[in-house]
């Protein structure tokens, strides 16, 4: 069964202070591995999308990088506005088109 | 530009009432559609997706069901609505089948007492 999980649930850091977040899948023949962000009260908003292990990509003060079992969202020198919870999704075949399997999330909170 | 509309942003409804909820896409047509929920502290989870007007695929067996009248609108309905289904629900787009990018909207925060 596709699963995702990532880690840590919750993360506080002292504005500038870099950091990573995981996320761990298990996908029968991965077609893409996506990054969102999430406000409280909002829906998600797109960040990224990772296709290939050794792939990366980069927005403002986020890195995301993809290997065959895990991706990691490298946050660096991050400001309060980073604060929200960051979504890690994996597609998976269904019926018709593609699923997205999502995890739980880990909620940021960068204080100034 | 694309955009995505769902209300109400906020419903509280006793156990036992009736249910709708519609979202509605701007600036693109034969989107695919999709509606998710979210509980705290857990994942999305994909309630139902349509690739055209009156199809309807359900991923998960509940007390829901989903309708498209017209292109670019959704409906998220219940007959009689359970405590469980409390929760976050988001309406989502994209381009095509294969293409798993999705735009979110706003979403509705159902609280059922």
């Known amino acids: 069964e596709d699963q995702v999980t990532q880690s840590p649930e919750a993360l506080r850091l002292q504005e500038g202070e870099s950091s990573s977040l995981n996320c761990s899948y298990t996908?029968?023949?991965?077609?893409?591995l996506f990054w969102y962000r999430q406000d409280p009260g909002k829906g998600p908003e797109f960040l990224f999308t990772l296709y290939s292990a050794g792939e990366e990509k980069e927005k403002e003060r986020l890195k995301a990088t993809l290997t065959k079992k895990e991706s990691f969202l490298h946050i660096t020198a991050p400001k309060p506005e980073d604060s929200a919870t960051y979504l890690c999704?994996?597609?998976?075949?269904?019926?018709?088109?593609?699923?997205?399997?999502f995890g739980a999330g880990t909620i940021l909170r960068v204080k100034s | 530009s694309q955009t995505i509309h769902q209300w109400p942003a906020t419903l509280v409804q006793p156990v036992g009432s009736p249910l709708s909820l519609e979202c509605t896409v701007e600036g693109t047509s034969n989107p695919n559609l999709y509606w998710y929920r979210q509980a705290a502290g857990r994942g999305l989870q994909l309630l139902f997706y349509s690739v055209g007007i009156g199809q309807i695929s359900s991923e998960v067996p509940q007390n829901l069901s989903a309708s498209r009248p017209q292109d670019r609108q959704f409906i998220l309905s219940s007959k009689k609505l359970l405590l469980s289904d409390s929760g976050f629900y988001l309406c989502?787009?994209?381009?095509?089948?294969?293409?798993?990018?999705?735009?979110f909207g706003s979403g509705t925060q159902l609280s059922v007492l």
């Open positions: 989502a787009w994209s381009t095509s089948a294969t293409n798993e990018k999705l735009f």
């Open positions: 996908v029968s023949g991965l077609r893409g």
């Open positions: 999704a994996v597609a998976r075949i269904m019926e018709y088109g593609n699923k997205l399997v």
